[in-house]
């Protein structure tokens, strides 16, 4: 790669994620908000760096009529209008599999904080409950039927966190998979029946938008919770709210929301959730080595050598 090369990153200090700039890089500078960035250098771009956060639709593409490729230093690419891409020859990458582990570690924390009543525990301090020695009586993990939406990358990594605990594993997907020994339960909604706990971890598309509804949550129960870290919009938020408040489900774990970023209003006075804003693969370890994915993709492109994760082939 030559020539310079113009490069915006859609989100502040992302250029710290790559130590080793080959020199061709030349990276717009901030002007205030990347939005006002957008406005006034939007025609020099090149290549964006994505993030998966921002959404990168016709309208948001026209702001780029130079643009060559997109490289996403994230597994996801649901925010990516490719058709779009293809259309205008944009190339398209991300950085699969990479923080699946990182991911599967915040939802299984989340699961089992919640299935062991650390959000009412804590609330029955901080409210003066404590006042005698006989406190409230959780149940035991071993055992407990535990579901998962998604049997991808994120989802075998849950497995392999899950099982030391001893809970009764089953799993859902769009189809069996020959080689998992795990029961496969044939929908959503039987799984939720079956189980206390769902983790949620599918791929996010338009066939799995509000695939947890209101149904789903009525077979989840009172007794039941739930952890979202695939997308936000892949549960219907709105009525997941209702439940909590209504005492209809147990708990939630987000790390995802519909819309990001969420604010406070939103949950003041929800009960039992666990929210984290949308970075459970967002460690250091994993952001780099995404990151280092990214840069290659990026030298190759102008090399005119092979994509190493191409999304699409404009």
């Known amino acids: 790669?030559?020539?310079?090369?113009?490069?915006?990153?859609?989100?502040?200090?992302?250029?710290?994620?790559?130590?080793?700039?080959?020199?061709?890089?030349?990276?717009?500078?901030?002007?205030?908000?990347?939005e006002q960035t957008i406005a006034e250098a939007g025609d020099t771009v090149e290549v964006l760096l994505s993030a998966s956060i921002e959404k990168l639709d016709k309208?948001?593409?026209?702001?780029?009529?130079?643009?060559?490729?997109?490289?996403?230093?994230?597994?996801?690419f649901s925010n990516i209008d490719l058709e779009e891409c293809k259309k205008r020859g944009i190339a398209v990458t991300n950085?699969?599999?990479?923080?699946?582990?990182?991911?599967?570690?915040?939802?299984?924390?989340?699961?089992?904080?919640?299935?062991?009543?650390?959000?009412?525990?804590?609330?029955?301090?901080?409210?003066?409950?404590?006042?005698?020695?006989?406190?409230?009586?959780?149940?035991?993990?071993?055992?407990?039927?535990?579901?998962?939406?998604?049997?991808?990358?994120?989802?075998?990594?849950?497995?392999?966190?899950?099982?030391?605990?001893?809970?009764?594993?089953?799993?859902?997907?769009?189809?069996?998979?020959?080689?998992?020994?795990?029961?496969?339960?044939?929908?959503?909604s039987e799984l939720a029946q079956q189980c206390r706990g769902l983790i949620v971890c599918c791929r996010p598309d338009e066939t799995t938008r509000h695939?947890?509804?209101?149904?789903?949550?009525?077979?989840?129960?009172?007794?039941?919770?739930?952890?979202?870290?695939?997308?936000?919009?892949?549960?219907?938020?709105?009525?997941?709210?209702?439940?909590?408040?209504?005492?209809?489900i147990a708990g939630a774990g987000l790390d995802v929301f519909d819309p990001e970023p969420t604010n406070a209003a939103t949950w003041d006075g929800v009960p039992n959730v666990i929210l984290t804003p949308h970075q459970g693969g967002s460690t250091i370890e994993t952001l780099m080595a995404q990151a280092q994915v990214a840069q290659n993709n990026i030298e190759n492109f102008f090399a005119g050598q092979p994509l190493l994760t191409a999304v699409n082939l404009a």
């Open 59 to 76: 309208h948001m593409l026209d702001s780029f009529p130079n643009l060559k490729m997109i490289a996403s230093i994230s597994a996801g």
């Open 211 to 248: 695939l947890i509804d209101q149904q789903i949550l009525d077979q989840l129960g009172s007794d039941g919770v739930i952890v979202n870290v695939a997308r936000g919009f892949v549960v219907d938020q709105v009525a997941l709210i209702d439940y909590l408040k209504s005492g209809g």
């Open 95 to 188: 950085a699969p599999g990479m923080n699946s582990g990182d991911v599967a570690d915040v939802a299984v924390t989340m699961l089992n904080s919640l299935l062991l009543n650390f959000p009412q525990s804590q609330h029955y301090i901080m409210s003066d409950q404590w006042t005698s020695k006989s406190g409230p009586i959780r149940r035991s993990l071993r055992n407990m039927p535990v579901g998962i939406v998604g049997l991808g990358s994120i989802g075998k990594e849950v497995v392999k966190r899950l099982e030391p605990f001893g809970v009764d594993i089953r799993w859902w997907g769009p189809r069996p998979k020959p080689d998992v020994a795990l029961p496969y339960v044939a929908s959503v």
């Open 1 to 34: 790669m030559a020539k310079s090369v113009k490069i915006l990153a859609m989100h502040p200090d992302m250029h710290t994620l790559f130590p080793n700039t080959p020199k061709s890089w030349d990276f717009v500078e901030a002007r205030g908000s990347v």
